[in-house]
C-alpha cells in the first residue's frame, strides 16, 4: 500500500532533478528572505546563482544548534509571522529554548510525510492508534496526530504517562498500533504482566512504532516476542517539523522523503563519506516555508542507502541511529545536554564543582538518570536534612530545566573522581 | 476562510426563524438516526413508545427520554456509537472519577464541525490570523487542548501548545513569542499572575488582549479581577465532551450570556421533576446535538444550571444565549436545608479588595448541624496591620456572605500561599461531612 504511489514510486533520476530544482529555489530564497542565511552565504562567500545543482551542496554551509539558540526566538524565520500557524519548541540549554515554526503548508507537508510512513509501515483506515507520545510544544504527539487522523484511522490521544490507564483504553477501546519511545513500550509489558495481562493475548494491538531514542535490534526483538506485535522505528527532529520517516514493512532502513528532503552523510571533518560508509546525517530541508535549513546537522550517526527499495519506494533510506555525534543524551526519550546539567549545578550556591551523571536502564526498561554533586565546603553540613532539602532543591531546578527528572545525589566535598584533561563526566550504563 | 469581517461562518447571522426551522428539522432527522443505528436508543424509545415519526412539532421535544452521564458508563465503550467503526478518526474520553471513563468519538465531519464551531467561538472574540494564540490546557484525551487549539489554526492564528505546567516557562513564552491570546482555567490564570508577580513582571504588562477562560465556573467579579490584573477582555467559554467539547457556546462582545449554537445543539432547560422550566428560570441545561454523525445523543442532562436570555443581541448573532454557568447541579451543596453554589461564594470573595485569589470551602457536622467554614487567602499587608482592620474585614465577608446566601458562614483569613493551587480544574469545595455520615 501506499498513501501517494506517484510521489513514492518516482524514478531515482526524476528525484534527483526535482531535490536540484528546488535546491536552487531555496537557496535564492533564503538569500533574499532570511538575514540569517544572507550573512551566512556572504561569510561563507558564497552567491545564490553559485548552486547549479546538487553536486554543490557541499558548497554551503552548515546550520547547527547554536545557530538556533542564537536566533532566538524569530532568526532563523524566512516568513513573515503572519504566515506562521504553529509554533514548537524544545527545551533549552542554558533557559532559551529552540522554537520552530510552521506555516499552514508546512504541516500540510509535515502531514503528507508522516501519512507516506504510516501507509508503508501497514497502518489503515481500520486501525486505531493510541498515541502515548507527549503532546504539546513536544511535536511526538500532535505529529503522529495530524497524521492518524489525516490517514482517516481513529486516533486515541492518550499522551504520556499513566500506564494503568494506557492498559485499560488499549484493551477497552480495541487499539491496533500503539505509538511510543521503545523503553516505554517494554516498561508498559511488563507492567501489563505484573497486573495480569498479556499484550499479545488480552489486546488488539498488532504493531508499535517507536522512536524519540535510538534502540537496537536486539530491543525490536525483545519487544515482538514479549509483546507479540511488529515494532517498527520512526525518525524525525523538532527541528525538521517532528516525526517524520518511518521503516517501511521491509524494517531495513528508514525512508527519507527525497522530494521534501535531501540528506547526506558527512565525516567528524563535514566530508561527504564514501558510500555506504558511516557519519553523520545532513539534511536540508527543500519543502519548509517558515523555517528552512540548509545542511543541518541532526548529530545522528548513521549510514545511507540509496539502492531501491524491495517495497518498491525509490527514495533513500537511512539505517538505524548507531548514536550521537555531539554529547548529547536522549533519556526517556528527550535530549539532554551535560551542559545543560552543569549550568543548573553552578547557579545553586551550595553546589560544588564536581559533578557525575549516571545512566542506568531499569529492569522495567525505563532509563534512570543520577546525577552525584559535591556539596561545596562552606555548606557542607552534618545534618542529613539539610543534605536532603538541598537534593530536593537540585533536583526540581534540573526537572523545570530539563524535562526529565534525575535522582540527585549529594556527596560529600573531595568524593568524586578528578580528572587530568577531558573530564568525562558522563557514565552510560545502558544497553541497548 | 472568514464568511467577513465580523462573523465566522454565515450561520452566525441566519435569521431566527430560519435557524428555528433549521433546528427543527435536523432534531427530527437526529432522532432517526439514534433509533436507526443506535441499538440502545431504538430499545430506550421503544421502552418509552416514542417513534421517531411521533416527533412533530417542538414541544413533542419533551415526549423523548434522557439521556444521562451513567448511559454512557454503561454502553461503554461503543455502545452509543451510530457509524462502523471504519468511519471514526478520533476518540476522546474523559477521566472517570469511578470506574469506565466516558467514551466519545468523532468522524471527520463531526470534527469539521466541532472545529468550526470552535473557530466561530474564538473569531466572536476578536482572535484574528495575526494572533498569537498560548493554549494552556491539556492536551490529549482533554478535549479543550485539542479543540481549542484546531479551532485557532483554522482561523490561522499562530498556536503555541503550551499546554499545563511549567509556570515560569509559560511567562516566558508569552514574552518572547509575543503572545495576545490565551485559553486557560481561570483559577489557573490567576496562579500565572502570582508567579509574574514574584519574577518582578506585571501582568498588565506582558501584552495579553483576550483570555479564554472555561472548563470551571467563574463569577463576574473574577473576570474584573482578570481583567484588570492582565489588562485584557475575558470571555467566558462552555463546552463538555458529550458535546465535542469547547465552542458549545461563548461570550460575544457584550460579556453578556453566552451564544450557543443552535443550528447544532437543540436547547431545553428543565427544573428538578424533568419538566421544561419556565422562560427565563433556572434550571438544568439539557442538549441535544444535531449534527454529531458519531454519537448521536438525545436529551442529554448537562448537569450545569443555568437560564436562557433571549433577547436580539448588539453583536448581531441570531443564536440564543445562556447565562453563563450558575453550578452543577450535583455541585449544589445543601447546608441547613439551604442551597449554596460555590460560584456564589466566589462571587462574593472577589468583590472584597484586600481578598486574595485563592479560596476554599469546608463543610463539616457537629453533631447533627452542618458548618460551613470559608478559609481565603489575604493579601500581605492586612497581616501586618492593625488586628482591628483584620477583625473588621473577616466580619464584613461574613455578612456579605449572609447576604448572599442567606446562611452564617465562618470566615478564616490565612497567609498568602497558604492554600492549595489548581492547574487544571481547581478542587474548591471540601466536604467533610460524608466521613461522619
Excluded at chain 1, 546563482?49 to 557541499?58: A, R
Excluded at chain 2, 426551522?21 to 424509545?45: G, I, S
Excluded at chain 2, 443555568?306 to 445543601?334: E, F, N, Q, W
Aim: contains cysteine; glycine residues 8%.
Amino acid at each position: 500500500m501506499y498513501w501517494n504511489p506517484g510521489a513514492e514510486k518516482t524514478p531515482i533520476k526524476d528525484l534527483r532533478e526535482i531535490q536540484e530544482r528546488k535546491l536552487k529555489a531555496l537557496v535564492h530564497n533564503v538569500y533574499y528572505y532570511s538575514p540569517f542565511y544572507r550573512k551566512k552565504f556572504r561569510e561563507a562567500g558564497i552567491n545564490p546563482w553559485d548552486i547549479e545543482g546538487l553536486k554543490d551542496l557541499k558548497k554551503l554551509p552548515f546550520t547547527k544548534k547554536p545557530d538556533l539558540r542564537d536566533n532566538y526566538p524569530f532568526g532563523m524565520f524566512a516568513m513573515p509571522l503572519s504566515q506562521i500557524v504553529r509554533f514548537h519548541a524544545s527545551s533549552g540549554t542554558t533557559g532559551k529554548p529552540t522554537v520552530v515554526g510552521y506555516t499552514d503548508n508546512d504541516i500540510k507537508v509535515w502531514v503528507e510525510s508522516m501519512c507516506r510512513s504510516l501507509t508503508a509501515c501497514s497502518v489503515e483506515r481500520d486501525d486505531t492508534i493510541q498515541i502515548s507520545y507527549g503532546y504539546g510544544l513536544f511535536t511526538g504527539g500532535l505529529g503522529f496526530h495530524y497524521a492518524g487522523e489525516k490517514l482517516g484511522a481513529t486516533v486515541l490521544p492518550t499522551s504520556a504517562g499513566n500506564t494503568q490507564r494506557q492498559i485499560e483504553l488499549m484493551r477497552d477501546l480495541k487499539s491496533t498500533v500503539f505509538a511510543c519511545t521503545p523503553s516505554y513500550m517494554l516498561y508498559l509489558s511488563e507492567y501489563a504482566a505484573s497486573i495480569g495481562i498479556s499484550i499479545e493475548n488480552d489486546t488488539d494491538l498488532r504493531m508499535g512504532i517507536f522512536g524519540a531514542e535510538p534502540w537496537s535490534e536486539e530491543t525490536r526483538k525483545r519487544i515482538e516476542d514479549k509483546a507479540g506485535i511488529d515494532a517498527y522505528d520512526v525518525y524525525g527532529t523538532s527541528e525538521l517539523s517532528g516525526p517524520l520517516f518511518t521503516e517501511c514493512t521491509e524494517k531495513n532502513g528508514i525512508h527519507i522523503w527525497a522530494d521534501q528532503f535531501i540528506a547526506e552523510i558527512v565525516d567528524e571533518e563535514g566530508e561527504p563519506v564514501g558510500e555506504g560508509e558511516k557519519g553523520e546525517l545532513v539534511v536540508t530541508t527543500i519543502a519548509k516555508e517558515a523555517m528552512p535549513l540548509i545542511r543541518w546537522k541532526t548529530g545522528d550517526i548513521t549510514v545511507l542507502e540509496e539502492e531501491k527499495c524491495a517495497c518498491g519506494r525509490t527514495h533513500p533510506r537511512i539505517m538505524r541511529i548507531m548514536g550521537r555525534a555531539d554529547d548529547m543524551l536522549i533519556v526517556r526519550g528527550v535530549n539532554v545536554f551535560p551542559s545543560q546539567i552543569e549550568h543548573v549545578l553552578m547557579q545553586v550556591p551550595e553546589a560544588g564543582d564536581h559533578y557525575m551523571i549516571i545512566l542506568d536502564r531499569a529492569q522495567d526498561g525505563l532509563d534512570v538518570m543520577t546525577i552525584q554533586v559535591e556539596v561545596n565546603e562552606e555548606a557542607f553540613s552534618d545534618k542529613v536534612s539539610d543534605i536532603l532539602e538541598l537534593s530536593k532543591k537540585i533536583s526540581n531546578n534540573l526537572k523545570s530545566v530539563l524535562n526529565v527528572s534525575a535522582r540527585v545525589e549529594v556527596v560529600n566535598p573531595g568524593t568524586l573522581q578528578r580528572f587530568e584533561g577531558k573530564a568525562k563526566r558522563v557514565i552510560d550504563n545502558r544497553k541497548l | 476562510m472568514p464568511y467577513s469581517e465580523k462573523y465566522w461562518q454565515k450561520e452566525e447571522i441566519m435569521p431566527k426563524k430560519d435557524l428555528m426551522e433549521l433546528q427543527f428539522k435536523r432534531l427530527k432527522h437526529t432522532v432517526k438516526n439514534a433509533y436507526e443505528n443506535v441499538p440502545f436508543y431504538r430499545k430506550k424509545l421503544k421502552e418509552a413508545r416514542i417513534h421517531p415519526d411521533d416527533i412533530k412539532k417542538r414541544e413533542d421535544v419533551s415526549k423523548l427520554p434522557f439521556t444521562v452521564k451513567e448511559d454512557l458508563r454503561d454502553t461503554y465503550p461503543f455502545g452509543l456509537f451510530a457509524v462502523p467503526k471504519e468511519k471514526l478518526v478520533r476518540i476522546h474520553t474523559s477521566s472517570g472519577t469511578s470506574g469506565k471513563p466516558k467514551v466519545v468519538g468523532y468522524t471527520k465531519r463531526d470534527l469539521d464541525n466541532w472545529i468550526n464551531m470552535v473557530a466561530r467561538c474564538l473569531y466572536m472574540t476578536g482572535i484574528r490570523n495575526h494572533d498569537v494564540f498560548q493554549n494552556m490546557v491539556s492536551y490529549a484525551l482533554f478535549t479543550g487542548g485539542l479543540g481549542m487549539h484546531y479551532g485557532a489554526e483554522l482561523i490561522g492564528a499562530m498556536v503555541v501548545p503550551s499546554a499545563t505546567g511549567n509556570t515560569e516557562r509559560q511567562i516566558s513564552y508569552i514574552q518572547d513569542f509575543g503572545t495576545t491570546a490565551i485559553h486557560a482555567t481561570p483559577s489557573y490564570a490567576l496562579h500565572i499572575k502570582e508567579v509574574a508577580e514574584k519574577m518582578d513582571l506585571r501582568p498588565d504588562e506582558l501584552g495579553l488582549k483576550i483570555g479564554c477562560f472555561g472548563a470551571e465556573p467563574w463569577s463576574d467579579s473574577m473576570r474584573k479581577r482578570l481583567e484588570e490584573s492582565f489588562g485584557l477582555k475575558a470571555f467566558d467559554s462552555y463546552g463538555l465532551s458529550e458535546m465535542n467539547g469547547p465552542g458549545v457556546a461563548f461570550e460575544c462582545e457584550e460579556q453578556n450570556g453566552l451564544h450557543i449554537w443552535a443550528d447544532h445543539y437543540f436547547i431545553e432547560i428543565i427544573d428538578e421533576e424533568g419538566k421544561p422550566a419556565g422562560e427565563g428560570e433556572r434550571g438544568e441545561l439539557v442538549l441535544t446535538p444535531l449534527t454529531k454523525e458519531a454519537m448521536p445523543l438525545l436529551r442529554y442532562r448537562t448537569g450545569d444550571l443555568t437560564y436562557t436570555i433571549d433577547y436580539k443581541c448588539s453583536c448581531g448573532r441570531t443564536h440564543p444565549k445562556i447565562h453563563r454557568i450558575l453550578g452543577r447541579a450535583d455541585d449544589m451543596i445543601v447546608v441547613r436545608g439551604i442551597n449554596v453554589f460555590p460560584s456564589q461564594i466566589e462571587h462574593i470573595l472577589m468583590k472584597i479588595p484586600d481578598a486574595g485569589d485563592s479560596y476554599q470551602v469546608v463543610i463539616t457536622r457537629e453533631g447533627t448541624l452542618d458548618e460551613m467554614k470559608v478559609r481565603v487567602e489575604m493579601k500581605d499587608e492586612l497581616f501586618r496591620g492593625e488586628l482591628e482592620d483584620f477583625r473588621r474585614i473577616q466580619s464584613k465577608i461574613q455578612k456579605e456572605l449572609l447576604k448572599e446566601v442567606g446562611l452564617r458562614i465562618n470566615v478564616d483569613l490565612v497567609e498568602k500561599g497558604t492554600l492549595e493551587r489548581f492547574k487544571l480544574k481547581a478542587k474548591r469545595v471540601l466536604d467533610m461531612r460524608k466521613d461522619t455520615i
